[in-house]
């Protein structure tokens, strides 16, 4: 499997704390993305990281990653209640391949 | 925006009855995808398609296959539905393996 693993399977913080999850991944890649799904609907594009980047901002969102390790990480920074949904991370390799997603709670 | 519409939000079938879940996108995207999503299990990779006619297995492809005609159009067919095969059905569009546009998923039953 193309998989990537989330770390944590699930997170509850309280709004206004910074998000961490974490992603780790098998092969080469070309880009790393990071999308998110609210109650089971289709997902979202959040942002897309090529290998050659180590870190990429936009608005509250900050991801990294290390080729090195094959890992990415996607901080959120000042949470509110409107961000809890899935995330989720994805890798190119032919296709577009999906992770196994972090539950994010906030709680108001 | 782009649109990709998938042609039912819930479907129940019997088992043993030929599925077909249809998908059409309205940016001339090159590339389509099926995923189903079960819980703790994230989104696996049933098949894909770079081009009319031309289609790849994911991880998963099997009691599917899929059919792409028409550069729009991506049916994914369950060709004798088992109930291991209930679950979340995504279809995705991308122009290159850059970002991915989804349906709003086909919740399917299978009895």
């Known amino acids: 499997s193309q998989q990537g693993e989330e770390d944590p399977q699930a997170l509850s913080i309280q709004e206004g704390e910074n998000a961490t999850m974490n992603c780790s991944y098998k092969?080469?890649?070309?880009?790393l993305q990071w999308y998110r799904q609210n109650s089971g609907r289709g997902l979202v594009h959040l942002i897309l990281?090529?290998?050659?980047?180590r870190e990429k901002h936009s608005g509250r969102l900050r991801v990294t990653l290390d080729t090195s390790k094959k890992s990415s990480s996607l901080l959120i920074t000042a949470s509110r209640a409107a961000d809890t949904a899935s995330y989720f991370c994805a890798t190119d390799k032919r296709a577009i391949y999906f992770g196994s997603g972090t539950k994010l709670n906030v709680k108001p | 925006d782009v649109k990709v519409t998938q042609s039912s939000r819930y479907l129940v079938k019997r088992t043993g009855e030929k599925v077909f879940l249809e998908c059409v996108q309205d940016m001339d995207h090159e590339n389509m995808f099926w995923y189903r999503q079960d819980p703790g299990l994230g989104l696996r990779l049933i098949y894909f398609?770079?081009?009319?006619?031309?289609?790849e297995k994911g991880d998963i492809p099997e009691g599917y296959s899929v059919s792409r005609e028409k550069k729009e159009r991506f049916s994914l067919i369950l060709e004798s539905a088992s109930t291991n095969q209930t679950s979340m059905y995504l279809c995705?569009?991308?122009?290159?393996?850059?970002?991915?546009?989804f349906g709003q998923g086909t919740r399917l039953t299978v009895v």
């Open positions: 092969t080469s890649i070309n880009n």
């Open positions: 398609s770079y081009d009319v006619k031309m289609k």
């Open positions: 990281i090529r290998s050659n980047e």
């Open positions: 995705a569009s991308s122009l290159l393996r850059d970002e991915a546009f």
